[in-house]
Protein backbone atom coordinates (compact mmCIF):
# COMPACT_ATOMS: atom_id res chain seq x y z
CA UNK A 1 0.00 0.00 0.00
CA UNK A 2 0.90 3.70 -0.46
CA UNK A 3 2.31 5.35 2.62
CA UNK A 4 0.32 8.63 3.27
CA UNK A 5 1.81 11.62 4.66
CA UNK A 6 1.74 12.19 8.03
CA UNK A 7 -0.86 14.73 9.78
CA UNK A 8 0.82 15.01 12.91
CA UNK A 9 1.10 18.44 14.31
CA UNK A 10 4.87 19.66 13.57
CA UNK A 11 6.09 21.02 17.37
CA UNK A 12 9.48 22.22 18.37
CA UNK A 13 9.92 19.42 20.79
CA UNK A 14 7.77 15.94 19.77
CA UNK A 15 7.65 12.92 21.77
CA UNK A 16 7.10 10.19 19.68
CA UNK A 17 6.72 6.27 20.33
CA UNK A 18 8.24 4.20 17.08
CA UNK A 19 7.42 0.32 17.26
CA UNK A 20 10.24 -1.56 16.32
CA UNK A 21 10.71 -5.93 16.90
CA UNK A 22 7.90 -5.87 19.83
CA UNK A 23 8.95 -2.79 21.40
CA UNK A 24 8.28 0.57 21.87
CA UNK A 25 10.99 3.13 21.55
CA UNK A 26 10.55 6.62 23.01
CA UNK A 27 12.14 9.10 20.95
CA UNK A 28 12.18 13.06 21.67
CA UNK A 29 12.69 14.68 17.90
CA UNK A 30 13.72 18.47 17.98
CA UNK A 31 12.59 20.67 15.12
CA UNK A 32 14.19 24.28 14.73
CA UNK A 33 11.74 27.43 15.00
CA UNK A 34 8.66 27.97 12.87
CA UNK A 35 8.10 24.01 11.71
CA UNK A 36 5.55 23.71 9.05
CA UNK A 37 5.02 21.14 6.32
CA UNK A 38 5.33 23.96 3.94
CA UNK A 39 9.14 24.27 4.67
CA UNK A 40 12.06 22.57 2.65
CA UNK A 41 12.01 19.10 4.29
CA UNK A 42 15.52 19.48 6.58
CA UNK A 43 18.17 16.64 7.30
CA UNK A 44 17.39 14.62 9.98
CA UNK A 45 20.36 13.34 12.62
CA UNK A 46 20.39 10.56 15.04
CA UNK A 47 22.46 11.21 18.43
CA UNK A 48 23.12 7.58 18.81
CA UNK A 49 24.21 8.44 22.16
CA UNK A 50 20.99 9.36 23.71
CA UNK A 51 21.05 13.24 22.42
CA UNK A 52 23.56 15.06 25.06
CA UNK A 53 26.77 14.99 22.12
CA UNK A 54 23.92 17.41 20.01
CA UNK A 55 25.12 19.73 22.43
CA UNK A 56 28.61 19.98 21.59
CA UNK A 57 27.70 19.99 17.58
CA UNK A 58 25.37 22.87 17.69
CA UNK A 59 24.02 22.15 14.19
CA UNK A 60 21.07 24.64 13.67
CA UNK A 61 18.80 23.68 10.59
CA UNK A 62 18.31 20.30 11.20
CA UNK A 63 15.43 17.91 12.45
CA UNK A 64 17.66 15.65 15.78
CA UNK A 65 16.18 13.05 17.87
CA UNK A 66 17.32 10.78 20.46
CA UNK A 67 15.87 7.32 22.00
CA UNK A 68 16.56 7.25 25.50
CA UNK A 69 17.35 3.25 26.60
CA UNK A 70 17.61 1.80 22.96
CA UNK A 71 21.63 0.45 23.50
CA UNK A 72 21.38 -3.03 21.08
CA UNK A 73 24.04 -5.41 20.92
CA UNK A 74 27.24 -3.64 19.11
CA UNK A 75 27.92 -4.63 15.40
CA UNK A 76 24.22 -6.32 15.43
CA UNK A 77 21.42 -6.14 12.74
CA UNK A 78 19.15 -5.26 15.73
CA UNK A 79 20.86 -1.67 16.33
CA UNK A 80 21.75 -1.34 12.13
CA UNK A 81 18.23 -1.75 11.52
CA UNK A 82 16.82 0.13 14.10
CA UNK A 83 18.79 3.00 14.07
CA UNK A 84 17.17 3.15 10.16
CA UNK A 85 13.79 2.99 11.37
CA UNK A 86 13.95 5.70 14.07
CA UNK A 87 15.97 7.78 11.45
CA UNK A 88 13.06 6.76 8.76
CA UNK A 89 10.14 7.17 11.46
CA UNK A 90 11.23 10.83 12.05
CA UNK A 91 11.90 11.53 8.61
CA UNK A 92 8.12 11.00 7.74
CA UNK A 93 6.30 11.98 10.91
CA UNK A 94 8.24 15.46 10.96
CA UNK A 95 8.81 16.34 7.52
CA UNK A 96 12.55 15.51 7.69
CA UNK A 97 14.28 14.72 3.99
CA UNK A 98 14.55 10.86 3.31
CA UNK A 99 17.90 11.73 1.60
CA UNK A 100 19.88 13.42 3.83
CA UNK A 101 19.83 10.82 6.93
CA UNK A 102 22.53 11.19 9.30
CA UNK A 103 24.24 9.76 12.70
CA UNK A 104 26.18 10.28 15.58
CA UNK A 105 27.55 9.78 18.73
CA UNK A 106 30.34 9.45 20.97
CA UNK A 107 33.00 6.18 21.45
CA UNK A 108 30.51 3.26 21.38
CA UNK A 109 27.77 4.81 19.36
CA UNK A 110 30.68 6.41 17.06
CA UNK A 111 31.58 2.43 16.43
CA UNK A 112 27.83 2.09 15.47
CA UNK A 113 27.53 5.09 13.34
CA UNK A 114 30.37 3.43 11.00
CA UNK A 115 29.08 -0.21 11.71
CA UNK A 116 25.45 0.87 9.84
CA UNK A 117 26.53 2.93 7.47
CA UNK A 118 28.67 0.63 5.40
CA UNK A 119 26.66 -2.58 6.47
CA UNK A 120 23.78 -0.36 5.49
CA UNK A 121 25.20 0.99 1.92
CA UNK A 122 23.77 3.98 0.47
CA UNK A 123 20.94 4.50 2.77
CA UNK A 124 22.89 7.11 5.36
CA UNK A 125 23.86 10.22 3.99
CA UNK A 126 26.50 10.95 6.41
CA UNK A 127 27.83 10.23 10.01
CA UNK A 128 29.83 11.82 12.84
CA UNK A 129 31.49 9.75 14.78
CA UNK A 130 33.48 11.32 17.86
CA UNK A 131 36.15 8.79 19.88
CA UNK A 132 35.14 5.82 17.88
CA UNK A 133 35.83 3.85 14.33
CA UNK A 134 35.40 1.29 12.22
CA UNK A 135 36.05 -2.40 13.29
CA UNK A 136 39.77 -3.64 11.44
CA UNK A 137 37.64 -7.09 10.24
CA UNK A 138 35.16 -4.47 8.67
CA UNK A 139 37.78 -3.04 6.48
CA UNK A 140 37.00 -5.33 3.73
CA UNK A 141 33.17 -3.48 3.60
CA UNK A 142 34.80 -0.36 3.46
CA UNK A 143 34.03 0.62 -0.08
CA UNK A 144 30.08 0.53 1.06
CA UNK A 145 31.23 4.14 2.56
CA UNK A 146 31.11 5.24 -1.11
CA UNK A 147 27.99 7.34 -0.92
CA UNK A 148 28.19 8.34 2.89
CA UNK A 149 30.38 11.66 4.19
CA UNK A 150 32.12 11.10 7.30
CA UNK A 151 33.66 13.60 9.61
CA UNK A 152 35.65 11.83 11.91
CA UNK A 153 36.84 13.41 15.43
CA UNK A 154 39.01 11.86 17.90
CA UNK A 155 41.43 12.76 20.49
CA UNK A 156 45.02 11.56 19.89
CA UNK A 157 45.47 10.28 23.72
CA UNK A 158 42.36 7.61 22.73
CA UNK A 159 43.06 3.88 22.30
CA UNK A 160 46.12 3.44 19.90
CA UNK A 161 44.12 1.05 18.24
CA UNK A 162 41.30 2.81 17.55
CA UNK A 163 43.42 5.96 16.28
CA UNK A 164 45.51 3.37 13.89
CA UNK A 165 41.82 2.37 11.74
CA UNK A 166 40.84 5.70 11.35
CA UNK A 167 44.22 6.78 10.30
CA UNK A 168 44.23 3.72 7.98
CA UNK A 169 40.94 4.44 6.84
CA UNK A 170 42.18 8.21 5.84
CA UNK A 171 44.96 6.82 4.03
CA UNK A 172 42.78 4.61 2.23
CA UNK A 173 40.24 7.05 1.04
CA UNK A 174 41.37 8.01 -2.00
CA UNK A 175 42.01 4.46 -3.13
CA UNK A 176 38.45 3.91 -2.09
CA UNK A 177 36.96 7.84 -3.12
CA UNK A 178 35.27 7.96 0.07
CA UNK A 179 34.40 11.45 1.53
CA UNK A 180 36.37 11.17 4.61
CA UNK A 181 37.63 13.72 6.87
CA UNK A 182 39.46 12.71 10.06
CA UNK A 183 40.41 15.14 12.61
CA UNK A 184 42.92 13.85 15.42
CA UNK A 185 43.04 16.11 18.56
CA UNK A 186 46.38 16.09 20.15
CA UNK A 187 45.27 17.09 23.31
CA UNK A 188 42.19 15.14 24.02
CA UNK A 189 41.65 11.45 25.48
CA UNK A 190 38.45 9.64 25.47
CA UNK A 191 36.32 12.49 25.98
CA UNK A 192 34.86 16.00 24.51
CA UNK A 193 35.30 18.74 22.77
CA UNK A 194 37.03 17.71 20.12
CA UNK A 195 39.03 19.73 17.72
CA UNK A 196 36.86 19.36 13.85
CA UNK A 197 33.70 19.13 15.61
CA UNK A 198 32.64 22.64 14.22
CA UNK A 199 32.73 21.32 11.20
CA UNK A 200 29.63 19.11 11.43
CA UNK A 201 27.00 22.01 10.64
CA UNK A 202 28.16 23.20 7.72
CA UNK A 203 29.16 19.66 6.21
CA UNK A 204 25.06 18.72 6.97
CA UNK A 205 24.18 22.18 5.31
CA UNK A 206 25.61 21.75 2.26
CA UNK A 207 24.68 17.68 1.47
CA UNK A 208 23.46 16.94 -1.32
CA UNK A 209 20.52 14.35 -1.56
CA UNK A 210 21.91 10.68 -1.10
CA UNK A 211 21.90 9.18 -4.96
CA UNK A 212 19.32 6.26 -5.55
CA UNK A 213 21.73 2.78 -5.68
CA UNK A 214 19.73 1.16 -7.74
CA UNK A 215 23.02 -0.40 -9.88
CA UNK A 216 26.81 -1.11 -8.64
CA UNK A 217 28.95 -3.05 -5.61
CA UNK A 218 27.93 -4.44 -2.63
CA UNK A 219 30.39 -5.50 -0.09
CA UNK A 220 29.37 -8.73 2.03
CA UNK A 221 30.82 -9.82 5.13
CA UNK A 222 27.87 -11.80 6.19
CA UNK A 223 24.37 -11.94 6.15
CA UNK A 224 22.35 -9.02 6.40
CA UNK A 225 24.03 -6.72 4.48
CA UNK A 226 21.32 -4.47 2.80
CA UNK A 227 20.80 -1.48 0.68
CA UNK A 228 17.28 0.10 0.31
CA UNK A 229 16.42 -2.66 -2.55
CA UNK A 230 18.61 -5.40 -1.84
CA UNK A 231 19.57 -7.62 1.48
CA UNK A 232 21.61 -10.45 1.58
CA UNK A 233 19.99 -13.61 3.50
CA UNK A 234 21.98 -16.33 2.64
CA UNK A 235 25.92 -16.44 1.87
CA UNK A 236 28.66 -18.99 1.01
CA UNK A 237 30.27 -19.04 4.72
CA UNK A 238 33.68 -19.97 3.05
CA UNK A 239 33.70 -16.95 0.59
CA UNK A 240 33.43 -14.48 3.69
CA UNK A 241 34.89 -16.19 6.84
CA UNK A 242 38.25 -14.39 8.17
Not at 82 to 96: D, Q, S
Amino acid sequence: PLIKKSDLALQPEMKVSIPYRGFQLAAVIRIPQGPSRKSPRLPVILDVSGGHNLEWLKIPQVISVSVSGFTPREFSDEGRDGFLKILKFVAHCAHGDLTRLWMTGFSWAAHASFDTAYHRPSQIRGIIPMGGGPRRNHFRVLPNLSTTAVLACCGGKDDKELIWNLREVDRLKNKLKLDYALHIDPEQGHNLPLKGMMGAAPLIAKSMPLPIADKGTILVDGINVANSFLRVTRVVTKLVAL
